[in-house]
C-alpha cells in the first residue's frame, strides 16, 4: 500500500489518495451520485456519449486497417480501450475550454467533435486533414476547437497547457485548460515545473494522467517510484484524485466535479485515470511485455461493453437500436475513409507555407 | 568475413567494449528488457545484467547528467537516446555539463562517455521526430561527433568512441539498421576523424556521410553513364573533420559537391565548404554545392516530404553544375 498523507500546508486540500475501486458499470451497483448523474444526464446525452465511444473503437480499427493497407504511415498510436477517458472528460467542458495532448490524440479530437472525416484525410496525408496534412496521426491541432495539439516529444504539451491556463487568468476568463498525459511523461521535468508552477499560481489546468500503466514497454512499476500517480499532486499542494478510467460515468463525474469548482475559483488539479491500452504502444510494437490473462481481465471491463449493458438495463437502448447505432456509426467511418481517400494531398507550395507567420 | 547488419554491429562493439572493460555500462529507454528500441541491444540485458544494463524512465535530461556524473567520478556510460530528437530534452547536459566539464575544470574532470542513437529523419514521422542535429552538436567545442555508414565503421568507430576519453555524439540512423555489410571476426577499431574514399573517382569530390551515401551512390551510377567520374568521400566524422582527406580528393577533382540530409543554414555542409576554401581555394575549378534539405520543418504527407529532403536528382544536378556539363 502506499503511504496516505494526509496533513496539508496552508495551500493545499487535504490530501488522501486511496486507490480508485474498479466496479463495472450496472444498474444494480450504481452508487447514490451516479444515480443523479444519470438523472441530470438523461437518456439522450447518455446515448451520444456511448456513440462518441463507438466512434473511437470503429475510427481506431479501421485506421489500424488502413496502415495495414499502406495508407497511412509514419507512427500510429492507438486508443482502444481508453475511450471512456476522453469521452467522460471532455463531456464536462465547455467548447471555448483549451485541450492539449500527446500523440495518441485519436480518441481526444473525436471526443472533441473534429469530424471524423478530417482526422481520417490527416492519418492519410491529405490537404483537407485536420493539420493540413503536415501533421499525421501525431499532431491533430483545431484552432475552432481549441485543440492545442497532439505532441510528439513526451511530456512535450504539459507546459502547453499550463500556458492556456495562464493566458485565462490573465484575461481573467473562466476557461480551463485541459493537460493529458501519459504515465511515462509523468517522469518527464517538465511535468515537475510545471506543477510546481500551475500550483503557485492557482492557475485552472487540469492534468489528467491517462495512466494504461505502461509507457511503450515500460511498466509504471518499472518506471515510477510511486503506485499511486495522483500522490504526486501532494508535492505541490494540489488536489489530485485516482479514478477508474474504464468507467464512463467515474470520467464525467469527477470532471464535471473539477470544472466546476474552478470555474469559481481557478486552481490547478490532477487526475489520475486509470485505464488500459488494447493494444501495442503503436502499431510496430507486438506488446509481448503483457500477458493474455492482463489484456483478458481488461476486455472484461471494457469501456464501452459497460456503458452498453447499463443502457440496456435503463432500457434507454435496446440491442436492435444499439446494434443499428454501431452499424450507422461503422458507415460514417467508411464515409470518412471514402473523403480521405477521395481528397488532393497538399500541394507543392505548401511546403514552404506556415515556416513563418506572415 | 561474416557479413552482419549495421544494428548487429553496433551490438558487437558495445557487448566487446563492456566484456572488456567492467566501467562501460549502457543506460537509456528501453534498452534492456524490451532489447533496444530498434534491437540493439537484444541480448544485452542477458549477458550483463541489470547493473550494466539499464532501463530508465523517460527522463532524458536526468539520465543523460547522470552519466556525466558517473563518467566524472569514473565510469564508462553509453547514454542510448531512443531517438536523437529525444536528446534535445538533455541539451543543456550535454552542452552546459558534458562539453564543457573539462576546461572548466582546469582539466579535472574528463566526461568520457558516449551518447548514441538513431538520427535524422525516419519516414513520414513529421516535424518533432525528424531533426538532423549534428551541426548543432558539433557547434560546441568539447564534443566529437561521429556518424558511420557501414556497420564496418560503426563497430569501429563505436569501440574507438567508448574508448575516448571525451563526450563523443555517435549518430546512427534507423534506415542503415537493417543493412548488412562484412565484418572482420577479429578485433578491431577505427580512428576518430578519420575519413574514407567510399569509391573512386577523377572528375568530382562528392562528400555525403551516414544515410546521404546510399543516394550519393546511386547518383554517381547514373553520372556514370553520362561519362562522369564521381569520388565519394565520406569523413565518418563530422568533428573533428578530416580535412586532409577532403583536400587531397580535391586536388585530384578540382570540384566538389556537399550532401547533408539536415537543413542548410549553419549546416555542416557551410562548414565543410569553408574550410576546403581556406586549405584549396586555388584547386577549385568551380564554386561548391550544397544539397540539403530545405528550410521548412518535416511535414508528414509523402510527397511534399520527399520533396524536402536531398533527393539522387538534386545530387546529379548539383554535380553536372560543378562539372559545368548540360
Ligand atoms: C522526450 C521523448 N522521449 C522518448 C520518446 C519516445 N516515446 C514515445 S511515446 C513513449 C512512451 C510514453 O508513455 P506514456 O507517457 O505512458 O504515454 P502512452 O504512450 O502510454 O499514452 C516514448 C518513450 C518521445 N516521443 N519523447
Ligand atoms: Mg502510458
Redesign the pocket.
Known sequence: MDPVPVKSSSKSQVLAFPEAETTPLSRSTLTRTHKQLLDDLGRDRLVEMYRKMVEIRSFEQRAEQMYQQRKIGGYL?LYMGQEAVAVGLLAALRPDDYVAT???DHGIALALGIRAELLMAELFGRATGVSGGKGGSMHFFSKEKNLLGGH????GQIPIGLGAAFRAQYMETDQISLTL?????MN?SVFHESMNMAALWSLPVIYVV?N?Q???GTSVERSTSVKNLAMRASAYGMEGVQIDGMNLLECYRTMHEAVKKRRESPSPMLIEVKTY?YRG?SISDPGQYRSKEEIARYRKIDPITQVRRLLEELDWLGEADAKALDKAVRDEIMEAVKFAEESPEPELAARDRDVYAP | MPSITYREALNQAMVEEMERDPTVFLIG??VAEYNGPYKVSQGMLERFGPRRVVDTP?S?ASFTGLAIGAAMTGLRPIVEF?SF??SL?AFDQIFSNAAKMLYMSGGQFPVPMVMRGPGGPGSQVSSQHSNCLESLFANVPGLKVVMPATGYDAKGLLKSAIRDNNPVIFIENELLYGLSCDVPEEEYTLPIGVGEIKAAGSDVTLLAYSRMLLLAAEARGELEQDGISVEIVDPRTIKPLDLELIAKSIRKTHRMVIVEEGNRFGGVGAEIADQVYRACFDELDAPIERVTQKENPLPYAKAIEAASLPSVPEIVAAVKTVCYHN
Do not use: K
Not at chain 1, 498525459?181 to 511523461?185: K, N, P, Q, S, W
Open positions: 498510436h500527446s500523440y495518441r510528439g516529444i513526451v511530456g498525459l501519459g504515465d511515462g511523461a518527464q491517462e494504461n505502461y509507457g511503450m491500452r504502444h | 529507454e528501453e523517460i532524458e531512443m530528437n529525444f530534452m
